[in-house]
């Protein structure tokens, strides 16, 4: 890596000058350009066109971020936005170029043509300052290791200024981060079922929006509103929607998994676990299908109609209706019944016309004008009735006899009766979960035909989707073209998984298969991402924790004896982070949030609740399944065994919740509960700092350490270590006294049970544990000393 001369630097300089000029020369001919239109409505038509126009991007843009110089020609500067002189030269290429994106993913086992990457930093246009990558030398350095990509990730100084650079309630452009691997998944192959596979900070969601973005402009057939990019609440909308619109794409449809479905219902009822995961099963396709189809009755007996100005009347005999409705059932339910009741009408016509016939009375007017619309309106209704998607669901689960005809083989008995519910006396009464949306739009697609298409869909979190709403989103699928970004570690919900597989199987199509894996963190902090690694075993077994490349503070684990003052201590913490400008989440269990709200409130502590779509530029309180794919300054994690707890996939919870920060993780616990994953923690910082004096120990600096103390009577020394009583703040230690093999293991041995009593025991009981132990250990050895 070199640093900049000041004459690169000036020379740099001037040429983002030019590009600057020749970018805003053109804004400006743009923005008159409509004065010169002949008429007023061609003059306001390029008027808003210019207004709307975002290939130039912000005036207050730098005109690029990077430069690659290759082995042979001039360099290459990359920037947002392309930038063509009056002669059509480049002197700026867009990030989205596909030669762009190819010569950004050398590395320097594997360099290309490419030379040097220069990354500029720049406020505006002005350049701070520049690094340089040169790759024979970085390879050279390199070459003994195990994973020179890696190396040169970690040799990235603008990569980590953007990554340690403050979060804010949306996620920002980072185009400047896409690294050479993510690279090559962000340029995939448009009709592709790409499924990336990627741990906590790895990127995946950066990599599948500059995907949309990369499509967008390499594939000139797709427009904004063909894609469709989907998560997995509206917080994570929110959080995400500012990135596309920064990279040129304004108009591309957000949304999350319940907005996709675009019900118009209220949602009051709240389903057990047993019925939410029930719903989402996909046999509940087989269910509506058969309980549509069960709606459509033809009569037993004749069906018989009036006719104007005759004392008879026409006759419709039932296997004449059994056959128009033989040949309509697989039409859509709706388009089905228009059909039907077109036949019908017809073939009810054809008999007077035979009666007519048979009598020979003249016939001059159309049958069909004869007949009392309103009699064979009755008759469709009773034969195939008109149906909403919710007055559909309502009557099938009010009505026992229904449901047992609708799931046939497919539910067992107890599944029909978790099912079955009384119904609202009216329609617009109903009560529903969010579990029926998807059913809703099950049945709605039955009925009315499937929702308008896209021609590539982005779902981001797309691990914990159930069945039923893997399929709805299928059937939003023109062809089946998707990215599908997630973490199977993170994978949790009534629909919790080990693997891709059903996923897959759910959106499979014509398109070509392919799963990837991000194997490289950039984001969550190596030793953070070290002790959330500690709950893979139980959450995750088989899932390998991504490699890190960078590190910050060590994350703070701390105990506090009282039950009581837990959420106080809560609140002191957050205090410290906000204070400090810091964009803070507080990730709570739902069965601590009261008490944690209520202390909050006491210490006039303003939050925005992340889990009803607001984020705050300071703290914001969240729980675990709300806090996915959210990133944070700082993360304070309460109660983390009441996390575990919660559930079956509480180990994976607790992993997500760890998982959220980009730079400061304060786990707080009551003495005595801290999940067995997490204790033995040596090589983490104990004490919150900057909060009160009781909690008043350094981040940087250790604490004090006092000399040796007796304990009753008993010395401090320890066969060769000395006990030293920890400070308010700080861990205890033992230090070695010699250094003989026997006093280091002693002294080893000595420090791994302190480190136990810390995360086990309240400091208050410390001397009578460690007497009742000796004494204990006295008797086990025969009263030997």
Known sequence: ??????????????????????REAKRETRRLAYHAAGDNKARARLKANHDTDTTLGSPLDGVAFQRIDVASGAPCYVGRHAILDQQGDLLVAPWKAPFVMQLREATPDQPGLVVRRRDFRTEANSIVSFEDLIYADLAARISALDDPGLAVIQADAMLDDALTRDRSPEMQDIVQTIQAAQSRLVRAPHETLLVIQGGPGTGKTAVALHRVSWLLFNDRTLRPEDLLVIGPNPTFTRYINRVLPELGDEHVPQTDVVGMLGASVPVGRKDDATVAKLKGDERMVELISRGLSDRIRPPAEDSVFKVEGVAWRVELPPESVEELVRDLRSDHYASGRTKFREAAAAAIAVQVRRQFQADGLPLRRDPRDLLDTSEIDLF????????????????????????????????????VRLLRRPAAARLSEEKWSKEDLVLLDAANAEINGDPTTSKHIVVDEAQDLS??????????????????????????????????????????????????????????????????????????????APIVVRDAEA????????????FAVVAAIVQGHGAKGRFVGVICPDARRPALETALAAENVVWKDADRGGLGQSINLVSPVASKGLEFDAVVVVDPATIVDAGPEGHRMLYIALTRTTRFLDVLHTEGTLPSELMNMSDVADAPSEVTPMFAASRTEPPPSPGPTSLEGRTGDLSGGALRRPPASGRATVSVRGGTARERTVAFQAEAVIEQLEVTVPRALWEDVLRAALQMTEEALGGES
């Open 380 to 415: 469709i209704e009773r034969v195939w009735p008109q149906l909403s998607a919710q007055a559909f669901v309502r009557d099938l689960f009010g009505s026992l006899e229904r449901l047992v005809s609708a799931a046939g083989s497919a539910l067992t008995a107890e599944e």
């Open 467 to 544: 069945p039923m709403q893997l399929l709805a989103i299928r059937r939003r699928s023109e062809r089946g073209a998707m990215t599908i970004v997630g973490d199977i570690a993170q994978s949790t919900g009534h629909w919790s998984r080990d693997s891709w597989d059903d996923v897959v199987e759910a959106l499979r199509s014509s398109m070509p298969v392919s799963i990837e894996a991000l194997t490289h963190g950039y984001r969550v902090p190596r030793s953070v991402m070290d002790l959330a690694a500690r709950l893979l075993p139980a959450a995750a077994p088989g899932v390998e």
């Open 1 to 22: 890596m070199t640093k900049p001369l000041d004459a690169d630097l000036k020379q740099e300089q001037s040429y983002f000058d030019h590009a600057f000029e020749v």
């Open 555 to 566: 994350p703070r684990i701390q105990g506090v004896p009282v039950e009581g003052d837990l």
